[in-house]
Protein backbone atom coordinates (compact mmCIF):
# COMPACT_ATOMS: atom_id res chain seq x y z
CA UNK A 1 0.00 0.00 0.00
CA UNK A 2 3.00 2.57 0.86
CA UNK A 3 4.59 1.80 -1.97
CA UNK A 4 1.55 2.95 -4.20
CA UNK A 5 1.51 6.15 -2.08
CA UNK A 6 4.73 6.53 -2.68
CA UNK A 7 4.49 5.99 -6.51
CA UNK A 8 1.67 8.45 -6.38
CA UNK A 9 3.41 11.27 -4.69
CA UNK A 10 6.12 10.95 -7.28
CA UNK A 11 4.04 11.18 -10.46
CA UNK A 12 2.19 14.20 -8.52
CA UNK A 13 6.18 15.46 -8.45
CA UNK A 14 6.49 14.85 -12.04
CA UNK A 15 3.67 16.57 -13.00
CA UNK A 16 3.70 19.66 -10.78
CA UNK A 17 7.39 20.18 -12.41
CA UNK A 18 6.43 19.43 -15.67
CA UNK A 19 3.48 21.95 -15.20
CA UNK A 20 6.08 24.91 -14.29
CA UNK A 21 8.54 23.65 -16.84
CA UNK A 22 6.14 23.93 -19.97
CA UNK A 23 6.37 26.91 -22.16
CA UNK A 24 2.96 26.07 -23.78
CA UNK A 25 0.58 27.45 -20.96
CA UNK A 26 -2.65 25.06 -22.32
CA UNK A 27 -0.06 21.77 -22.02
CA UNK A 28 0.83 22.98 -18.44
CA UNK A 29 -3.27 23.68 -17.45
CA UNK A 30 -3.31 19.91 -18.63
CA UNK A 31 -0.22 18.98 -16.06
CA UNK A 32 -2.12 20.56 -13.55
CA UNK A 33 -5.29 18.68 -14.21
CA UNK A 34 -3.35 15.75 -13.65
CA UNK A 35 -1.73 17.15 -10.17
CA UNK A 36 -5.26 17.61 -8.91
CA UNK A 37 -6.44 14.23 -10.06
CA UNK A 38 -3.50 12.10 -8.29
CA UNK A 39 -4.27 14.63 -5.19
CA UNK A 40 -7.40 13.21 -4.95
CA UNK A 41 -6.25 9.68 -4.79
CA UNK A 42 -3.93 10.75 -2.47
CA UNK A 43 -6.64 12.63 0.01
CA UNK A 44 -8.95 9.45 -0.30
CA UNK A 45 -5.86 7.46 0.87
CA UNK A 46 -5.68 9.34 4.02
CA UNK A 47 -8.94 8.31 4.96
CA UNK A 48 -10.89 12.01 3.94
CA UNK A 49 -13.33 11.24 1.49
CA UNK A 50 -14.96 14.68 1.87
CA UNK A 51 -11.90 16.38 0.63
CA UNK A 52 -11.62 14.21 -2.08
CA UNK A 53 -14.84 15.40 -3.14
CA UNK A 54 -14.25 18.71 -3.06
CA UNK A 55 -10.55 18.55 -4.22
CA UNK A 56 -12.64 16.71 -7.68
CA UNK A 57 -15.40 19.27 -7.82
CA UNK A 58 -12.97 22.33 -8.09
CA UNK A 59 -9.16 20.40 -9.61
CA UNK A 60 -11.32 18.45 -12.40
CA UNK A 61 -13.61 20.56 -13.77
CA UNK A 62 -13.64 24.36 -12.66
CA UNK A 63 -10.13 25.09 -12.55
CA UNK A 64 -9.31 23.74 -15.68
CA UNK A 65 -12.10 25.33 -17.17
CA UNK A 66 -11.27 29.03 -15.50
CA UNK A 67 -7.96 28.88 -16.55
CA UNK A 68 -8.77 27.76 -20.02
CA UNK A 69 -10.89 31.21 -20.00
CA UNK A 70 -8.10 32.64 -18.71
CA UNK A 71 -5.43 32.14 -21.66
CA UNK A 72 -8.15 32.87 -23.93
CA UNK A 73 -8.26 36.31 -22.65
CA UNK A 74 -4.58 36.58 -22.61
CA UNK A 75 -1.34 34.94 -24.48
CA UNK A 76 -1.00 30.67 -25.20
CA UNK A 77 2.89 31.45 -25.05
CA UNK A 78 4.89 32.36 -22.17
CA UNK A 79 7.77 35.08 -23.54
CA UNK B 1 43.58 -15.82 0.67
CA UNK B 2 42.59 -17.03 -2.44
CA UNK B 3 38.44 -16.64 -2.66
CA UNK B 4 38.27 -13.81 -0.06
CA UNK B 5 36.86 -10.83 -2.81
CA UNK B 6 34.72 -12.79 -4.40
CA UNK B 7 33.13 -13.82 -1.05
CA UNK B 8 33.19 -10.16 -0.10
CA UNK B 9 31.53 -8.89 -2.83
CA UNK B 10 28.98 -11.92 -2.66
CA UNK B 11 28.23 -10.92 1.22
CA UNK B 12 27.50 -7.33 -0.68
CA UNK B 13 25.06 -8.23 -2.66
CA UNK B 14 23.73 -10.33 0.09
CA UNK B 15 23.47 -7.73 2.78
CA UNK B 16 21.59 -5.04 -0.29
CA UNK B 17 19.19 -8.31 -0.55
CA UNK B 18 18.53 -8.55 2.59
CA UNK B 19 18.12 -4.79 3.64
CA UNK B 20 15.65 -4.54 0.50
CA UNK B 21 13.76 -7.91 2.05
CA UNK B 22 13.75 -5.97 5.52
CA UNK B 23 12.32 -2.95 4.00
CA UNK B 24 9.75 -4.74 2.67
CA UNK B 25 9.04 -6.91 5.26
CA UNK B 26 8.74 -3.29 6.98
CA UNK B 27 6.29 -2.11 4.93
CA UNK B 28 3.98 -5.18 4.79
CA UNK B 29 3.78 -4.77 8.56
CA UNK B 30 2.19 -1.72 8.27
CA UNK B 31 -1.06 -2.16 9.76
CA UNK B 32 -2.87 -0.83 6.81
CA UNK B 33 -1.19 -4.23 4.86
CA UNK B 34 -2.66 -6.86 6.36
CA UNK B 35 -6.31 -6.65 5.27
CA UNK B 36 -5.07 -6.93 1.45
CA UNK B 37 -5.52 -10.01 -0.72
CA UNK B 38 -3.17 -11.00 -3.88
CA UNK B 39 -6.21 -10.13 -6.11
CA UNK B 40 -6.56 -6.31 -4.41
CA UNK B 41 -2.38 -5.87 -4.92
CA UNK B 42 -2.74 -6.85 -8.24
CA UNK B 43 -5.83 -4.69 -9.41
CA UNK B 44 -3.91 -1.50 -7.81
CA UNK B 45 -0.72 -2.52 -9.14
CA UNK B 46 -2.49 -2.67 -12.87
CA UNK B 47 -4.40 0.78 -12.47
CA UNK B 48 -1.01 2.55 -10.76
CA UNK B 49 1.13 1.07 -14.12
CA UNK B 50 -1.75 2.47 -16.34
CA UNK B 51 -1.48 5.81 -14.54
CA UNK B 52 2.21 5.53 -14.77
CA UNK B 53 1.84 4.82 -18.57
CA UNK B 54 -0.50 8.38 -19.16
CA UNK B 55 2.07 10.29 -17.18
CA UNK B 56 5.18 9.49 -19.59
CA UNK B 57 2.40 10.17 -22.80
CA UNK B 58 1.98 13.34 -20.63
CA UNK B 59 5.39 14.05 -20.51
CA UNK B 60 6.38 12.93 -24.27
CA UNK B 61 3.38 14.05 -26.35
CA UNK B 62 4.63 16.34 -29.00
CA UNK B 63 1.14 18.37 -29.44
CA UNK B 64 -0.88 19.70 -26.81
CA UNK B 65 -4.23 17.43 -28.01
CA UNK B 66 -1.71 14.41 -26.96
CA UNK B 67 -1.54 15.82 -23.32
CA UNK B 68 -4.93 16.07 -22.95
CA UNK B 69 -5.99 12.75 -24.06
CA UNK B 70 -3.47 11.33 -21.50
CA UNK B 71 -5.02 13.24 -19.09
CA UNK B 72 -8.40 12.19 -19.93
CA UNK B 73 -7.60 8.18 -20.27
CA UNK B 74 -5.92 9.00 -16.55
CA UNK B 75 -9.08 10.41 -15.20
CA UNK B 76 -11.17 7.25 -15.98
CA UNK B 77 -8.48 4.75 -15.10
CA UNK B 78 -8.17 6.86 -11.80
CA UNK B 79 -12.37 6.64 -11.52
CA UNK B 80 -12.06 2.91 -11.47
CA UNK B 81 -9.57 2.89 -9.47
CA UNK B 82 -11.17 5.24 -6.39
CA UNK B 83 -14.07 2.43 -6.51
CA UNK B 84 -11.45 -0.25 -6.41
CA UNK B 85 -10.02 1.42 -2.92
CA UNK B 86 -13.84 1.97 -1.92
CA UNK B 87 -14.02 -1.96 -2.23
CA UNK B 88 -10.52 -2.32 -0.06
CA UNK B 89 -11.81 -0.08 2.49
CA UNK B 90 -15.42 -1.01 2.77
CA UNK B 91 -16.96 2.02 2.67
CA UNK B 92 -19.88 2.53 0.48
CA UNK B 93 -19.54 6.32 1.28
CA UNK B 94 -16.34 6.47 -0.76
CA UNK B 95 -18.53 5.10 -3.46
CA UNK B 96 -19.59 9.17 -3.99
CA UNK B 97 -16.21 10.50 -4.74
CA UNK B 98 -16.31 8.03 -8.08
CA UNK B 99 -19.73 9.48 -9.00
CA UNK B 100 -18.34 13.44 -8.90
CA UNK B 101 -15.63 12.01 -10.95
CA UNK B 102 -17.48 9.85 -13.16
CA UNK B 103 -20.36 13.23 -14.03
CA UNK B 104 -17.28 15.90 -13.37
CA UNK B 105 -14.00 14.66 -15.44
CA UNK B 106 -15.33 15.04 -18.99
CA UNK B 107 -15.78 19.09 -18.42
CA UNK B 108 -12.06 19.67 -18.27
CA UNK B 109 -11.73 17.63 -21.57
CA UNK B 110 -14.69 19.40 -23.30
CA UNK B 111 -12.92 22.59 -22.84
CA UNK B 112 -9.80 21.96 -23.38
CA UNK B 113 -11.37 20.73 -27.05
CA UNK B 114 -13.35 24.00 -26.89
CA UNK B 115 -10.39 25.85 -26.80
CA UNK B 116 -8.62 24.41 -29.29
CA UNK B 117 -11.50 24.65 -32.28
CA UNK B 118 -11.44 28.26 -31.21
CA UNK B 119 -14.57 28.36 -29.89
CA UNK B 120 -15.73 30.16 -26.42
CA UNK C 1 -54.06 25.27 -33.18
CA UNK C 2 -52.98 21.61 -34.52
CA UNK C 3 -48.91 23.36 -33.59
CA UNK C 4 -50.49 23.97 -30.34
CA UNK C 5 -51.45 20.42 -29.34
CA UNK C 6 -48.34 19.66 -31.46
CA UNK C 7 -46.08 21.27 -28.68
CA UNK C 8 -48.04 20.39 -26.14
CA UNK C 9 -47.78 16.52 -26.69
CA UNK C 10 -44.02 17.34 -27.19
CA UNK C 11 -44.40 18.86 -23.85
CA UNK C 12 -46.07 15.93 -22.16
CA UNK C 13 -43.48 13.58 -24.05
CA UNK C 14 -39.94 15.45 -22.57
CA UNK C 15 -41.43 15.40 -19.25
CA UNK C 16 -42.44 11.66 -18.96
CA UNK C 17 -38.67 10.79 -20.20
CA UNK C 18 -37.28 13.30 -17.66
CA UNK C 19 -39.41 12.41 -14.91
CA UNK C 20 -38.69 8.77 -15.46
CA UNK C 21 -34.76 8.91 -16.01
CA UNK C 22 -34.82 11.24 -12.89
CA UNK C 23 -36.63 9.25 -10.42
CA UNK C 24 -34.71 5.96 -11.18
CA UNK C 25 -31.38 7.45 -11.04
CA UNK C 26 -32.76 9.06 -7.25
CA UNK C 27 -33.86 5.37 -6.44
CA UNK C 28 -30.46 3.61 -7.80
CA UNK C 29 -28.72 6.88 -5.39
CA UNK C 30 -30.37 6.25 -2.13
CA UNK C 31 -30.95 2.14 -3.35
CA UNK C 32 -33.43 1.45 -0.83
CA UNK C 33 -37.25 1.49 -1.59
CA UNK C 34 -38.51 2.56 2.05
CA UNK C 35 -41.50 5.04 1.70
CA UNK C 36 -39.94 8.45 2.91
CA UNK C 37 -37.08 8.15 0.25
CA UNK C 38 -39.62 6.94 -2.36
CA UNK C 39 -41.81 10.20 -1.75
CA UNK C 40 -39.03 12.55 -1.81
CA UNK C 41 -37.71 11.49 -4.73
CA UNK C 42 -40.77 12.03 -6.69
CA UNK C 43 -41.67 15.29 -5.39
CA UNK C 44 -37.43 16.16 -6.39
CA UNK C 45 -38.02 14.43 -9.74
CA UNK C 46 -41.49 16.39 -10.32
CA UNK C 47 -39.45 19.75 -10.15
CA UNK C 48 -37.23 19.12 -12.36
CA UNK C 49 -39.20 17.93 -14.75
CA UNK C 50 -41.65 20.58 -14.37
CA UNK C 51 -38.50 23.23 -14.85
CA UNK C 52 -36.77 21.08 -17.40
CA UNK C 53 -39.33 19.85 -19.68
CA UNK C 54 -39.29 22.49 -22.30
CA UNK C 55 -35.74 21.85 -22.80
CA UNK C 56 -36.41 18.32 -23.90
CA UNK C 57 -39.56 19.58 -26.21
CA UNK C 58 -37.58 20.01 -29.38
CA UNK C 59 -35.66 17.02 -29.65
CA UNK C 60 -37.89 14.65 -31.06
CA UNK C 61 -37.93 12.10 -28.61
CA UNK C 62 -40.45 9.12 -29.17
CA UNK C 63 -43.28 7.89 -27.04
CA UNK C 64 -42.33 4.32 -25.63
CA UNK C 65 -44.22 1.95 -26.96
CA UNK C 66 -43.92 -1.91 -26.20
CA UNK C 67 -42.17 -2.62 -29.62
CA UNK C 68 -40.00 -0.12 -29.56
CA UNK C 69 -39.17 -1.26 -25.49
CA UNK C 70 -37.90 -4.49 -27.34
CA UNK C 71 -36.07 -2.84 -29.98
CA UNK C 72 -34.27 -0.71 -27.28
CA UNK C 73 -33.56 -4.33 -25.90
CA UNK C 74 -31.98 -5.78 -28.50
CA UNK C 75 -30.48 -3.07 -29.14
CA UNK C 76 -28.39 -2.68 -25.92
CA UNK C 77 -27.49 -6.25 -26.52
CA UNK C 78 -25.96 -5.82 -29.54
CA UNK C 79 -24.26 -2.88 -28.54
CA UNK C 80 -22.54 -4.70 -25.38
CA UNK C 81 -21.31 -7.52 -28.18
CA UNK C 82 -19.57 -5.21 -30.85
CA UNK C 83 -18.39 -3.06 -27.51
CA UNK C 84 -16.33 -6.46 -26.14
CA UNK C 85 -15.30 -7.47 -29.65
CA UNK C 86 -14.13 -4.14 -29.93
CA UNK C 87 -11.79 -3.98 -27.10
CA UNK C 88 -10.59 -7.86 -27.95
CA UNK C 89 -9.52 -6.41 -31.45
CA UNK C 90 -7.99 -2.92 -30.17
CA UNK C 91 -5.89 -5.06 -27.11
CA UNK C 92 -4.42 -7.62 -30.22
CA UNK C 93 -3.50 -4.59 -31.75
CA UNK C 94 -1.94 -2.86 -28.63
CA UNK C 95 -0.12 -6.30 -27.90
CA UNK C 96 1.26 -6.88 -31.45
CA UNK C 97 5.12 -5.88 -31.55
CA UNK C 98 4.68 -4.46 -34.59
CA UNK C 99 1.28 -2.75 -33.54
CA UNK C 100 -0.95 -3.59 -37.10
CA UNK C 101 -2.85 -0.63 -38.36
CA UNK C 102 -3.52 0.12 -41.18
CA UNK C 103 -5.45 3.86 -40.19
CA UNK C 104 -7.76 6.40 -42.58
CA UNK C 105 -10.17 8.80 -42.10
CA UNK C 106 -13.31 7.96 -44.34
CA UNK C 107 -17.01 9.81 -45.02
CA UNK C 108 -20.24 7.43 -43.99
CA UNK C 109 -24.18 8.29 -44.63
CA UNK C 110 -27.07 7.81 -42.71
CA UNK C 111 -30.62 7.76 -43.06
CA UNK C 112 -31.61 8.54 -39.42
CA UNK C 113 -33.41 12.31 -38.93
CA UNK C 114 -33.91 13.12 -35.77
CA UNK C 115 -30.97 14.58 -33.48
CA UNK C 116 -31.18 12.06 -30.81
CA UNK C 117 -30.81 9.41 -33.03
CA UNK C 118 -27.69 10.87 -35.07
CA UNK C 119 -26.10 11.38 -31.61
CA UNK C 120 -26.72 7.37 -30.26
CA UNK C 121 -25.35 6.51 -34.00
CA UNK C 122 -22.42 8.70 -33.48
CA UNK C 123 -21.40 7.68 -29.68
CA UNK C 124 -22.03 3.80 -30.55
CA UNK C 125 -19.56 4.03 -33.41
CA UNK C 126 -17.35 5.48 -31.20
CA UNK C 127 -17.53 2.93 -28.79
CA UNK C 128 -17.12 -0.09 -31.20
CA UNK C 129 -14.77 -2.05 -33.90
CA UNK C 130 -11.37 0.40 -34.76
CA UNK C 131 -14.01 3.28 -35.78
CA UNK C 132 -14.80 6.75 -34.15
CA UNK C 133 -16.64 9.30 -35.19
CA UNK C 134 -15.20 13.09 -35.63
CA UNK C 135 -17.48 15.31 -37.17
CA UNK C 136 -21.16 15.05 -38.15
CA UNK C 137 -22.56 17.22 -41.07
CA UNK C 138 -26.14 16.83 -42.06
CA UNK C 139 -26.66 13.16 -43.59
CA UNK C 140 -22.67 12.80 -43.62
CA UNK C 141 -20.07 11.36 -40.54
CA UNK C 142 -16.67 11.54 -40.87
CA UNK C 143 -15.31 8.72 -39.11
CA UNK C 144 -11.52 7.20 -38.18
CA UNK C 145 -11.09 4.09 -39.12
CA UNK C 146 -8.15 1.95 -37.20
CA UNK C 147 -7.85 -0.53 -40.15
CA UNK C 148 -9.36 0.38 -43.43
CA UNK C 149 -11.71 -1.63 -44.97
CA UNK C 150 -13.53 0.31 -47.95
CA UNK C 151 -12.59 3.53 -49.39
CA UNK C 152 -16.00 4.93 -50.71
CA UNK C 153 -18.66 6.23 -49.10
CA UNK C 154 -21.39 3.09 -50.16
CA UNK C 155 -19.08 -0.19 -48.79
CA UNK C 156 -18.26 1.92 -45.51
CA UNK C 157 -21.94 2.81 -44.99
CA UNK C 158 -22.29 -0.96 -45.34
CA UNK C 159 -19.63 -2.15 -43.51
CA UNK C 160 -20.06 0.17 -40.33
CA UNK C 161 -23.29 1.77 -39.76
CA UNK C 162 -25.96 -0.82 -40.69
CA UNK C 163 -25.43 -3.01 -38.08
CA UNK C 164 -26.95 -0.25 -35.95
CA UNK C 165 -29.59 2.07 -38.31
CA UNK C 166 -31.29 -1.73 -38.09
CA UNK C 167 -32.32 -1.20 -34.67
CA UNK C 168 -32.23 2.39 -34.47
CA UNK C 169 -35.02 2.85 -37.62
CA UNK C 170 -37.69 1.28 -35.62
CA UNK C 171 -37.18 3.08 -32.26
CA UNK C 172 -37.04 6.81 -33.87
CA UNK C 173 -38.78 5.91 -37.34
CA UNK D 1 -21.95 -14.23 -7.11
CA UNK D 2 -18.58 -13.71 -5.40
CA UNK D 3 -16.42 -15.25 -8.14
CA UNK D 4 -18.50 -13.43 -11.19
CA UNK D 5 -16.71 -10.34 -9.30
CA UNK D 6 -13.60 -11.17 -9.25
CA UNK D 7 -13.56 -12.00 -12.93
CA UNK D 8 -15.17 -9.11 -14.03
CA UNK D 9 -12.72 -6.73 -12.21
CA UNK D 10 -10.12 -8.35 -13.05
CA UNK D 11 -10.66 -8.54 -16.29
CA UNK D 12 -11.91 -4.71 -16.02
CA UNK D 13 -8.29 -3.99 -14.57
CA UNK D 14 -6.57 -5.66 -17.43
CA UNK D 15 -8.63 -3.70 -20.41
CA UNK D 16 -7.63 -0.74 -18.32
CA UNK D 17 -4.12 -1.25 -18.52
CA UNK D 18 -4.24 -2.00 -22.05
CA UNK D 19 -6.01 1.07 -23.01
CA UNK D 20 -3.20 3.13 -21.59
CA UNK D 21 -0.84 1.10 -22.80
CA UNK D 22 -2.08 1.85 -26.11
CA UNK D 23 -2.37 5.09 -25.20
CA UNK D 24 1.51 4.92 -24.74
CA UNK D 25 2.51 3.04 -27.63
CA UNK D 26 0.21 4.32 -30.60
CA UNK D 27 1.45 6.84 -33.28
CA UNK D 28 -0.79 9.23 -33.50
CA UNK D 29 -3.57 11.39 -31.72
CA UNK D 30 -6.10 9.71 -33.99
CA UNK D 31 -4.86 5.72 -32.66
CA UNK D 32 -4.13 7.21 -29.18
CA UNK D 33 -7.79 7.77 -28.90
CA UNK D 34 -9.17 4.70 -30.16
CA UNK D 35 -7.14 2.80 -27.55
CA UNK D 36 -7.67 5.21 -24.62
CA UNK D 37 -12.17 5.26 -25.39
CA UNK D 38 -12.71 1.51 -25.95
CA UNK D 39 -10.57 -0.28 -23.51
CA UNK D 40 -10.70 2.92 -21.09
CA UNK D 41 -14.50 2.63 -21.35
CA UNK D 42 -15.13 -1.13 -20.86
CA UNK D 43 -12.55 -1.64 -18.87
CA UNK D 44 -14.01 0.74 -16.17
CA UNK D 45 -17.41 -0.64 -16.76
CA UNK D 46 -16.25 -3.76 -15.68
CA UNK D 47 -14.54 -3.11 -12.61
CA UNK D 48 -17.26 -0.90 -11.18
CA UNK D 49 -19.65 -3.73 -12.51
CA UNK D 50 -17.60 -6.09 -10.83
CA UNK D 51 -17.02 -4.30 -7.60
CA UNK D 52 -20.76 -4.10 -7.20
CA UNK D 53 -21.36 -7.37 -7.55
CA UNK D 54 -19.11 -8.39 -4.77
CA UNK D 55 -20.69 -6.64 -2.00
CA UNK D 56 -23.97 -6.66 -2.96
CA UNK D 57 -25.70 -3.29 -1.61
CA UNK D 58 -23.33 -1.85 -3.71
CA UNK D 59 -24.71 -2.78 -7.29
CA UNK D 60 -27.02 -0.14 -7.84
CA UNK D 61 -25.06 3.19 -6.84
CA UNK D 62 -22.06 0.97 -8.76
CA UNK D 63 -24.70 0.64 -12.53
CA UNK D 64 -25.64 4.58 -12.00
CA UNK D 65 -21.28 5.18 -11.87
CA UNK D 66 -20.14 3.11 -14.56
CA UNK D 67 -23.27 4.09 -17.23
CA UNK D 68 -22.40 7.75 -16.11
CA UNK D 69 -18.78 6.72 -17.88
CA UNK D 70 -20.42 4.98 -20.90
CA UNK D 71 -22.23 8.12 -21.42
CA UNK D 72 -19.83 10.45 -21.13
CA UNK D 73 -16.75 8.90 -22.50
CA UNK D 74 -17.70 9.08 -25.67
CA UNK D 75 -18.93 12.77 -25.93
CA UNK D 76 -15.31 13.87 -23.95
CA UNK D 77 -13.41 11.91 -26.78
CA UNK D 78 -15.31 13.14 -29.67
CA UNK D 79 -14.48 16.67 -28.13
CA UNK D 80 -10.79 15.82 -28.09
CA UNK D 81 -10.69 13.91 -31.92
CA UNK D 82 -12.59 17.14 -33.43
CA UNK D 83 -10.31 19.65 -32.08
CA UNK D 84 -7.31 17.44 -33.05
CA UNK D 85 -8.58 17.85 -36.67
CA UNK D 86 -9.42 21.55 -36.79
CA UNK D 87 -5.92 22.72 -35.17
CA UNK D 88 -4.59 20.26 -38.13
CA UNK D 89 -2.63 17.67 -36.49
CA UNK D 90 -1.16 15.31 -39.19
CA UNK D 91 -2.14 11.35 -39.71
CA UNK D 92 1.00 9.11 -39.07
CA UNK D 93 2.60 7.30 -41.94
CA UNK D 94 0.59 4.52 -42.15
CA UNK D 95 -2.18 5.88 -42.92
CA UNK D 96 -4.12 4.75 -46.29
CA UNK D 97 -7.15 7.17 -47.19
CA UNK D 98 -8.16 11.02 -46.11
CA UNK D 99 -11.37 11.99 -46.89
CA UNK D 100 -11.08 14.60 -45.12
CA UNK D 101 -11.41 17.65 -47.81
CA UNK D 102 -14.18 15.66 -49.69
CA UNK D 103 -16.02 15.98 -46.58
CA UNK D 104 -15.03 19.65 -46.01
CA UNK D 105 -15.90 20.51 -49.42
CA UNK D 106 -19.72 19.20 -49.34
CA UNK D 107 -19.98 20.91 -46.25
CA UNK D 108 -19.23 24.44 -47.80
CA UNK D 109 -21.39 23.52 -50.97
CA UNK D 110 -24.81 21.97 -48.97
Redesign the interface.
Known amino acids: ?4 VS ?2 VL ?1 ML ?2 AV ?1 ACAFK ?1 L ?2 A ?3 A ?2 VS ?2 A ?2 LF ?2 L ?1 A ?1 DV ?2 AE ?2 VG ?2 LT ?2 IF ?2 A ?2 RTNRYEQ | MPGQGQSSSYSKAGDFFLAMFIVLSL ?1 MD ?1 P ?2 IG ?1 SFSEMTW ?2 LA ?1 AG ?2 LC ?1 LR ?2 KGPT ?1 PD ?2 V ?2 DT ?2 TV ?1 TA ?2 VL ?1 GSV ?1 G ?1 Q ?2 L ?2 AL ?2 AV ?2 F ?2 SV ?2 A ?3 EGG ?1 | MSQGVDRSHEWVRGFAWLFGITFVVWLALVSSLAPPEVISGCIVALAISILGAHLYAGLGLPALTLKRAAFLLAYIGVLFWEIIKANLDVAYRVLHPRIPIRPGIVVIRTSLKSNVAKLILANSITLTPGTFTLDVVDDQLLIHWIYVGATDVEGATRLIGKRFEKYLKPIFG | MNVAGLISTTVGTIFLFLGSLGVFRMPDVYNRLQAGTKCTTLGAFLTIVGVGLMHNDWLPKALVISVFILITNPVSNHALGRAARKVGVPLCKKSVVDKTEEFEQRKVRQ
Open positions: MILILLLVGADLSIIAALLIAVYFQPAMAAAATAVVIR | YTIFLMAVIVTLLSRAAVAATFLLFQFYDVVYLTIGAIRFLF
